[in-house]
């Protein structure tokens, strides 16, 4: 298995833009996590979700970020409007079973920069 | 608010030294604690604890966790520059009968030779 795959792994953008990160989950995983690294705030889940569902989006800074699972190969996070300070790394991650107690798997993350 | 909190922020030890990693936390509904090594890309899983005073060992590298005192230590013993990487400790908590995961900002490990 190519393990979880992240696209793209680098963009940079202008204030206002949208953007959309992608994730492929490795195949046979329940869960799938979004997950926002920054020097300022350590790694900080967004979402998670279930079997496609998301199950808990408290994580999510506001409403310019959603995420979407529509099958369970794939799954998008899109801020609209970009801001600065939305400027870090995203990592995705997917684990089998049981969410957190099983081993998570993270993908190689995408590095965001707003200008 | 549920916080974790490890210590020190940064160490920095010669090869052969052994250094141990702190992981304080404040949560209700403890679930598990989980340890991870960031390198230059994304975390890689350690150990999960979930019971007190049941050791995890792993090479030179070895946990515990005292439910009690509500903290974990991460051991490295003979370390080596390999073992260079941000450590992160994480906690599981139940609320509302959904999981969430509290990340610590991590240690950042140097080892030099």
């Known amino acids: 298995d190519a393990g979880v795959i992240q696209s793209p792994r680098h963009e940079v953008t202008e204030m206002g833009q949208e953007v959309t990160l992608r994730c492929k989950p490795i195949s046979g995983h329940d869960y799938l996590f979004w997950y926002r690294q920054t020097m300022m705030r350590g790694l900080e889940l967004l979402i998670y979700f279930n079997n496609n569902v998301p199950i808990d989006d408290s994580g999510m800074p506001e409403d310019r970020f959603s995420a979407k699972m529509p099958n369970a190969s794939f799954s998008t996070l899109k801020i609209q409007p970009s801001e600065p300070r939305d400027s870090a790394v995203y990592f995705c991650a997917s684990s089998y079973t049981r969410g957190f107690t099983d081993t998570q798997y993270f993908g190689p993350g995408t590095r965001l920069t707003v200008l | ?113």
């Open chain 2, 1 to 113: 608010e549920d916080k974790v909190v490890q210590s020190p922020l940064s160490l920095v030890v010669h090869e052969g030294d052994t250094v141990t990693l702190n992981c304080s936390y404040e949560v209700t509904n403890f679930r598990s604690l989980l340890w991870y090594k960031q390198e230059k890309k994304a975390p890689t899983f350690l150990f999960m604890l979930t019971s007190s005073g049941i050791e995890k060992k792993s090479g030179r590298l070895s946990s515990i966790l005292d439910k009690k005192e509500l903290f974990s230590i991460l051991n490295i013993t003979a370390t080596q520059t390999g073992d260079s990487a941000v450590y992160l400790c994480a906690v599981e908590v139940m609320v509302y009968n959904t999981d969430k995961l509290i990340f610590g900002t991590g240690t950042r490990l140097q080892v030099f030779p």
